[in-house]
């Protein structure tokens, strides 16, 4: 009785790697893009991927002076989590100094160096997204105070 149920679901298992059942792409594009990934996918057992993640280590590093200096400009922002390994900061929402609307923020640090490339913040109101003009004002004054800090801390 067993092996009465048991062998229909094996030979479901043994059908999912098969071939048989593909559809191949009409359009010649597909067909290439295809052709690629079947090309850069390499096949590995479960035993393999769990081994390989476990070996592999991501180093992630994020500039200091823009970590810093982040916290800085955005220091009237209620924090909710930030975590120094992957470069990400999340605000609540909270009103500037002088300032009439509410903002949330959320900065990702994604690079070591201390270039424009390696901050992206995303500015939200309660109303919608932040306007540009506002996120690259913000994103100058993150920047700006972090060549500040690098600066002072090269006198020491």
């Keep these: 009785m067993r092996i009465v149920l048991i062998a229909p ?20 594009e597909e ?3 295809d ?5 850069t996918q390499t096949r590995t057992t479960l035993g393999e991927a769990l081994r390989a993640r476990r070996n592999q280590e991501q180093v992630v ?17 209620p924090i ?14 909270g009103t500037p100094p002088g300032g009439g609307r509410a903002y949330r923020a959320t900065v990702l640090i994604q690079d070591p160096s201390l270039d424009a490339r390696s901050l992206n913040v995303a500015l939200q109101t309660r109303n919608g997204a932040a306007g540009a003009a506002t996120v690259r004002a913000i994103e100058d004054a993150i920047l700006t105070r972090a060549r500040q800090l690098r600066v002072a801390d090269n006198r020491l």
């Design 35 to 39: 052709r690629f990934l079947n090309d």
């Design 61 to 77: 590093q994020v500039n200091r002076y823009i970590w810093a200096a982040s916290l800085q400009v955005l220091d009237f922002l």
């Design 9 to 28: 679901l094996l030979l479901a298992l043994a059908a999912c790697g098969s071939n048989l059942l593909k559809v191949t792409p009409s359009d010649p």
């Design 31 to 33: 067909r290439a893009n």
């Design 80 to 93: 909710q989590s930030v975590d120094p390994f992957t470069g990400v900061i999340v605000t609540g929402f």
